[in-house]
């Protein structure tokens, strides 16, 4: 009798807070999957700190992880070259949006992980590219047309491209 008080009461637990997870804490370290899953992995300040997009690109080119999570408490701008690199390649992503999942610079911003254990070592993206750590950032920043400029379409030079000179005429 008492094993049956057991189990009901359980089945009470279950309905009342759902079934028990394993591993919580990991799963929230790794938006939402298991450690042994996990091919790549970029933090919040990683992420501020360069374009890591062409590591997620080279994961998903390897074929051993397929699924891209993504913090979505973060900006979609700083999001927005990741969910481009994850479909070029075809692969999955997910926007984790749950509170539960934090936006300080230690928690983690991307994760490239599979369907079942892989056991990759080291997922950390400065561990497993460091290389092109070194390496300057790729983003090129060109220069800001001011509003009277694309309005008129016409470079800052413009004038001694038409012919128009500094120098003055006498009458």
């Known amino acids: 009798m008492a094993e049956d008080k057991s189990a009901m009461e359980q089945r009470i ?6 079934p028990p997870k394993i591993k919580p804490d990991e799963q929230r370290k790794y938006l939402g999957t298991f ?3 996990v091919c790549l992995t970029i933090s919040v300040a990683e992420l501020q700190e360069r374009n890591w997009s062409f590591a997620i690109s080279k994961e ?5 992880g397929n699924q891209v999570f993504l913090n979505g408490n973060l900006p979609h701008a700083e999001l927005r070259d990741y969910i481009k690199s ?11 949006t749950d509170p539960e999942f ?7 911003a991307v994760v490239v992980a599979a369907k079942t254990a892989v056991y990759q070592s080291p997922v950390d993206v400065k561990k497993r590219y460091p290389s092109v750590e070194s390496q300057p950032s790729a983003k090129q920043e060109t220069p800001k047309k001011h509003f009277w ?11 001694a491209t038409i012919g128009i000179s500094n120098a003055t005429t006498e009458p």
Do not use: C, H, M, V
């Open 13 to 18: 637990d279950n309905a009342i807070y759902g």
């Open 35 to 37: 450690r042994e899953r």
């Open 60 to 64: 998903l080119q390897r074929g051993i």
């Open 86 to 96: 994850a479909t070029a390649a075809n692969a999955n992503f997910t926007l984790k």
């Open 102 to 108: 934090r936006t300080d610079p230690e928690s983690l």
């Open 149 to 159: 400029q694309k309005l008129f379409k016409r470079e800052t030079n413009s004038l």
